[in-house]
T-cell receptor, first 112, second 115 residues
Framework: GDSVTQMEGPVTLSEEAFLTINCTYT??????LFWYVQYPGEGLQLLLK???ADDKGSNKGFEATYRKETTSFHLEKGSVQVSDSAVYFC???????????WGAGTKLIIKP | EAQVTQNPRYLITVTGKKLTVTCSQN?????MSWYRQDPGLGLRQIYY???????DKGDVPEGYKVSRKEKRNFPLILESPSPNQTSLYFC??????????????FGEGSWLTVV
């Protein structure tokens, strides 16, 4: 069945470092792909999305490109800040019933 | 302001005492769902609803009930809560429209502890 695999955390970086959080998926058809972020003590917020192959989603300096050939949707940011510390979830959405399939989440810790 | 509102945000209850977590959205969305979030397991879907009076089981429906009598409301019912239902619960809604890229909007979460 459909699934999402993302790198295990926690990922610890220094401020201004380059960030990559890997996400790969298995799905039939052409799902939409998402990154959600959960800041400490808060709910989930949509960070960015891509709905078809080669689309690039971007928001708040984060980017991810929908790569069908490698079934990946890696999250990147050129220079992270302490305020980016959060848990990041990769997810895909089945077009048939809008159900979201989630990765396990990656905790990101940014040190000053 | 477009939002998904769930209540209560925090609850401690005892085993076997029925409880309801309410969820309401003001975006006229057709699709609503409930998830639970547990450490190391990510989010798992409990139930979802494609429209009024239409509900379906998600991945972990055991011990839960839902209803969808109105488009805006989708309450989650725990008839006889047990400690393994201690979790963080999220309600979510979506336009159910492919033009939105199936973007799903989440409530702020409800922390439930069953002792």
């Amino acid at each position: 069945g459909d699934s999402v695999t993302q790198m295990e955390g926690p990922v610890t970086l220094s401020e201004e470092a380059f960030l990559t959080i890997n996400c790969t998926y298995t799905a039939t058809g052409y799902p939409s792909l998402f990154w959600y972020v959960q800041y400490p003590g808060e709910g989930l917020q949509l960070l960015l999305k891509a709905t078809k192959a080669d689309d690039k989603g971007s928001n708040k300096g984060f980017e991810a490109t929908y790569r069908k050939e490698t079934t990946s949707f890696h999250l990147e940011k050129g220079s992270v800040q302490v305020s980016d510390s959060a848990v990041y979830f990769c997810a895909l959405s089945r077009r048939s019933n809008y159900q979201l399939i989630w990765g396990a989440g990656t905790k990101l810790i940014i040190k000053p | 302001e477009a939002q998904v509102t769930q209540n209560p945000r925090y609850l401690i209850t005892v085993t076997g005492k029925k409880l309801t977590v309410t969820c309401s959205q003001n975006m006229n969305h057709e699709y609503m769902s409930w998830y639970r979030q547990d450490p190391g397991l990510g989010l798992r879907q409990i139930y979802y609803s494609m429209n009024v009076e239409v509900t379906d089981k998600g991945d972990v429906p055991e011990g839960y009930k839902v209803s969808r009598k109105e488009k805006r409301n989708f309450p989650l019912i725990l008839e006889s809560p047990s400690p393994n239902q201690t979790s963080l619960y999220f309600c979510a809604s979506s336009p159910g429209d492919s033009r939105s890229g199936n973007t799903i909007y989440f409530g702020e979460g409800s922390w439930l502890t069953v002792v």
